[in-house]
């Protein structure tokens, strides 16, 4: 019995031992499986480096004007008494546009006819005059030198001849100031019919026929003509970005109403100073003005010119400019968020140094090993850099990792 129940103890002892083994092997199992290397390709964003086009850009917006135009004004007063136009119409230089009243300056021109008339009837009196004084004065000089003329007779005759060429001048002189009077009368006559200074389209009419115009102070506008062959992009450029522009450089544009189409285009001129703010009565500056207030946005116009002889820009469009600082073609490419961190220039750099950044970048290399890579970048954008030298089209490059901390994922060893 005493053997029985001592071969039963050992046998429980060894089916302890056996478990106790077998936990710590599975224990050392699933620590190695624990401490085994992810995959670094599923902790990783990774995107393709890949081709494309990358541009450098200056964005701004702009107005849409006519390159050329002319505001119609009124230089009489009176009641617009025919308006022969309307909005939208196409006219030529020199057809008529509108007649004013002419009644007023009609009535001037004829007192001015009239007294120029009176004048020179008088003028004929005086001349008349002129030529018997001139006769008397002969007469009178004649018997002087004969010794039987007086010499009050003779100092008469010729003051009186010396008085009427006086009064002929005189008369001459009215005649002058009237038709000089006269000629201002018949061209404010001619005010009264507006004619077209220009060809092109209305694209604004301001009076209504029927409306008294009063031009005393300064001349009404009354329409607007405007060649639409050719437009001019107003564009408004802030302070931090002027410095990027340059003449000639080129440009594009879209428009709200053509969003899948881009004009094209070069900077023809830049204003050397913004524009003045508008006056306002109670003391405020305009956000857009050079002279107002320290936390004004300070912007500078850039002006270019664009075809449009199909008619599809129109005066007040705004326009999305994009002026190209720099760009690049057919261009290696990589998301700008690849680009960790970049390398300071050497301390004597070379010409490729000096057009270019450098910068680190990780890669996924074909066995899912991870590695670190140097590369030169050209051109860049918000979103997307070229790659001068340094990666190839279609390696797989690092652009975040999928951690809550956005730090690198742990790498355990296999004991």
């Not at 002892?13 to 620590?31: D, I, K, Q, T």
């Not at 390709?41 to 541009?55: H, K, L, M, P, Q």
């Not at 005759?157 to 000089?180: G, H, K, L, N, P």
């Amino acid at each position: 019995m005493a053997a029985r129940r001592s071969a039963a103890s050992g046998s429980r002892r060894g089916v302890r031992r056996g478990l106790a083994a077998a936990a710590l092997v599975l224990g050392g199992l699933a620590s190695a499986a624990l401490l085994r290397p992810a995959d670094p390709a599923a902790s990783a964003e990774v995107a393709v480096v890949g081709r494309g086009t990358v541009e450098d850009t200056v964005t701004a917006l702009g107005k849409i004007q006519p390159r050329a135009y002319v505001d119609v004004g009124a230089q009489v007063s009176g009641q617009l008494t025919r308006l022969h136009v309307t909005v939208g119409q196409m006219v030529r230089e020199g057809d008529l546009l509108a007649e004013i009243d002419p009644a007023l300056q009609q009535a001037k021109v004829e007192a001015g006819r009239a007294e120029r008339a009176r004048l020179t009837a008088l003028l004929a009196e005086q001349r008349a005059r002129a030529d018997f004084a001139e006769a008397q004065l002969a007469r009178q000089a004649a018997l002087r030198r004969s010794g039987s003329g007086r010499g009050e007779a003779f100092d008469q005759a010729r003051m009186e001849a010396r008085i009427a060429a006086a009064q002929v001048e005189a008369t001459q002189a009215q005649i002058r100031q009237t038709d000089s009077t006269l000629q201002a009368d018949e061209a404010q006559l001619g005010y009264t019919r507006i004619y077209a200074p220009m060809s092109g389209t209305l694209i604004a009419v301001d009076a209504r026929q029927g409306q008294t115009i009063n031009s005393a102070y300064e001349a009404p506008v009354l329409m607007r003509i405007a060649d639409l062959s050719a437009m001019t992009v107003w564009t408004q450029v802030s302070e931090a970005d002027v410095t990027r522009l340059t003449d000639g450089m080129p440009l594009y544009f879209t428009t709200l109403g053509h969003p899948g189409r881009r004009w094209t285009a070069r900077l023809q001129q830049i204003l050397p100073a913004p524009p003045k703010p508008p006056a306002s009565g109670n003391g405020g500056s305009s956000a857009t003005g050079g002279g107002g207030a320290a936390n004004s946005v300070v912007l500078y116009t850039a002006l270019f010119e664009i075809a449009n002889d199909r008619g599809e820009l129109r005066p007040d469009m705004t326009a999305q400019v994009f002026f190209v600082a720099a760009a690049a073609k057919d261009a290696v490419t990589v998301p700008v968020a690849a680009l960790t961190s970049a390398i300071p220039t050497p301390a004597a750099p070379t010409p490729a140094d000096e057009a270019a950044e450098r910068h680190r970048v990780t890669l996924i290399g074909s066995g899912g090993a991870i590695e670190t890579r140097e590369v030169r970048v050209g051109v860049r954008d918000r979103f997307n850099a070229q790659i001068l030298e340094g990666l190839a089209e279609g390696e797989r490059i690092v652009v975040g990792w999928k951690t809550d901390d956005g730090r690198p994922p742990k790498i355990g060893f296999r004991l």
